[in-house]
Each structure stands twice: as C-alpha cells, then as structure tokens.
C-alpha cells in the first residue's frame, strides 16, 4: 500500500510548501516523489480516484455559488518553464471533475490594450466568481519573471509589483477565494527530452516555438527570478507549493491531492432549500398521470 493512503493532503502540502526565507530551487529535487512510495502505475490508478471526491467536493462549492449561499472560490495559480506541463495537469488533474464549474485562462503576451493598463488589470478580469474553480494557466507571476530576465521593467517596478501581488492576493482572500499556487518544478535535462520529444512527433510541432531554445540559454536567469519571486511571494495566506515535474503522473497526483486538500479546508455544504421540500412533494404526489 503507498503512503498516500495513509498521508493527508495537509501532510503533502507541508511538504511542498516553500518555507519562509531565502530559496534555493537547485535544492529541490524535480524528480522526487515526496510522500509518495509507489511506482507509475499506482500513482495513475490513485489519481483515478481523486476523481470522485474532488467532484462531490466542487459539485458542493458550485452548488453554493448558483444557489447564493457562498461567495467562495479557488484560484489554482501554475507557473512553471515551459514544459513542466501546466497543460497536461489541466486535462488530467483539473479534468477530473465537471467543466461547468470550472474558469481556465492562459496568459499569453499582453496585447496592447492590456499593456495600457496595470499589469493586473487582465488578471482581475479573470477571477474566478463564487462556487467556481479557477485555473490560471501562467499568471501574474509572468510579470515578475519575464519583466526581471528581459528586463522589461527596472528594479524599482519590479519591487512594485511583488508588492502589488501581495496585496491583490490578500485581497483575493479576504473575498472568500482561496488561492493556491503552484511552482511545477522542472529539470533542465527533462526540459531538453520534452522539446526534443515535440521535435520528433509532427502532431506536436504546434506546441514547438523557437524562443523556448531561446529561453533555455536564460535557464540560470530564469531559476533565479523564480527563487526571488518565490522568497517574496509566498505567505502565509498565500503559500507557493514547489511541485516535482520530471514525473509527469507524480505531478499530477501531487496537484491533485493539493486541490482535494484545498477543498476538504473549504468544506462546501449543500445549500439549504428555500421552498417547503413536503408542500412540494405534494405537489408532484398529487398530479395525475
């Protein structure tokens, strides 16, 4: 039997979870399996069964926010280089439970309106509303990380804006959205295979772009505006969880459990009726066929 039978999710998170002070991401294993003792095949068959609570839990969150009873959501922030598989943890991780209630955006290169405004004008835009899940297929973080290795801004904007997602986070909070943020923590070594794997399947060359060789000669630079982002981030309301994406089914397990954990917290009730459920009854008893 594997530990994740046993271990809880808070357990998982604990040990994922970025403690305070400074970050050093070469300590980080990316092919680690924290807490985790089974192989490939049990990892994939324990993910199946997320499938269930998870869906009772967010069918439970949707419930409050159709019917008016809660104001409560998820925001699942994911961050990670290219191919650490944001993608593959939204089809098969956040997949698992009904699409209704679920918000997925990506973020690509602003547009120029967006670039007239804040930067975190476009990601109010896309909050999650009450009894939703969430997903931010890359983020806010973009603007810390690219603005720092491009050198898009200068360093008193970058200060800014660590600032600024603090607080818009706090906010977010303090409305009833739980955020939960996730580094998918990939080796440069597996980075390689993967593009290399897109390289050799014509039915992935859309996914292949030029500039991710481009990025990869700005892999240091890109682990560093990581660990500082990371350092000035990750709160106490607001934690960072550095995730092992080598494994691809370990990542989406880890993931998994951190949202059933996340909504367990939560604890989404069925909402109460409003009519008389015997006056009702009745009503329906009483036709004739």
Same mark, same amino acid.
């Given at each position: 039997?594997? *530990?994740?039978s046993t271990t809880t999710a808070s357990d998982l998170a604990a040990a994922l979870r970025v403690p305070p002070g400074a970050v050093d991401l070469a300590a980080w294993p990316t092919d680690?399996?924290?807490?985790? +003792?089974?192989?490939?095949?049990?990892?994939?068959? /324990?993910?199946?069964? /997320?499938?269930?609570?998870?869906?009772?839990?967010?069918?439970?969150?949707?419930?409050?926010?159709?019917?008016?009873?809660?104001?409560?959501?998820?925001?699942?922030?994911?961050?990670?280089?290219? *191919?650490?598989?944001?993608?593959?943890?939204?089809?098969?991780?956040?997949?698992?439970? +009904?699409?209704?209630?679920? &918000?997925?955006?990506?973020?690509?290169?602003?547009?120029?309106?967006?670039?007239?405004? +804040?930067? /975190?004008?476009?990601?109010?835009?896309?909050?999650?509303?009450?009894?939703?899940?969430?997903?931010?297929? &890359?983020? @806010?973080?973009?603007?810390?990380?690219?603005?720092?290795?491009?050198? /898009?801004?200068?360093?008193?904007?970058?200060?800014?804006?660590?600032?600024?997602?603090?607080?818009?986070?706090?906010?977010?909070?303090?409305?009833?959205? @739980?955020?939960?943020?996730?580094?998918?923590?990939?080796?440069?070594? *597996?980075?390689?295979?993967?593009?290399?794997?897109?390289?050799?399947?014509?039915?992935? @060359?859309?996914?292949?772009?030029?500039?991710?060789?481009?990025?990869?000669?700005?892999?240091?630079?890109?682990?560093?505006?990581?660990?500082?982002?990371?350092? %000035?981030?990750? *709160?106490?309301?607001?934690?960072?969880?550095?995730?092992?994406?080598? %494994?691809?089914?370990? %990542?989406?397990?880890?993931?998994?459990?951190?949202?059933?954990?996340e909504l367990e917290r939560m604890a989404p009730q069925w909402p109460a009726a409003d009519f008389d459920v015997e006056d009702q009854r009745a009503r329906l008893q009483a036709e004739t066929?």
């Open positions: 039997m594997s *530990t994740y680690a399996t924290p807490g985790f +003792d089974g192989d490939k095949a049990e990892g994939k068959r /324990l993910l199946g069964e /997320l499938g269930d609570p998870l869906g009772d839990l967010q069918e439970r969150l949707f419930a409050e926010g159709v019917s008016g009873s809660g104001e409560r959501a998820v925001l699942l922030v994911l961050q990670g280089m290219d *191919t650490s598989g944001k993608g593959g943890v939204v089809r098969n991780t956040v997949g698992l439970v +009904d699409p209704q209630g679920v &918000r997925i955006t990506s973020f690509k290169a602003p547009t120029p309106e967006e670039l007239e405004h +804040d930067f /975190l004008w476009r990601i109010r835009q896309a909050v999650p509303g009450p009894g939703k899940i969430g997903v931010f297929d &890359r983020s @806010h973080y973009e603007d810390v990380l690219i603005g720092r290795v491009r050198a /898009l801004v200068d360093q008193a904007e970058l200060e800014r804006r660590y600032d600024a997602i603090n607080d818009f986070e706090q906010e977010l909070v303090a409305s009833g959205i @739980h955020v939960l943020k996730v580094m998918l923590h990939v080796s440069r070594a *597996t980075q390689r295979e993967r593009l290399l794997a897109r390289l050799d399947d014509p039915t992935k @060359h859309w996914k292949f772009q030029p500039g991710d060789i481009d990025d990869r000669g700005l892999w240091d630079d890109y682990q560093r505006a990581y660990e500082i982002a990371l350092e %000035r981030t990750s *709160t106490e309301i607001a934690p960072w969880h550095v995730v092992p994406a080598d %494994r691809k089914w370990f %990542r989406n397990l880890a993931v998994g459990r951190l949202l059933l954990g066929e």
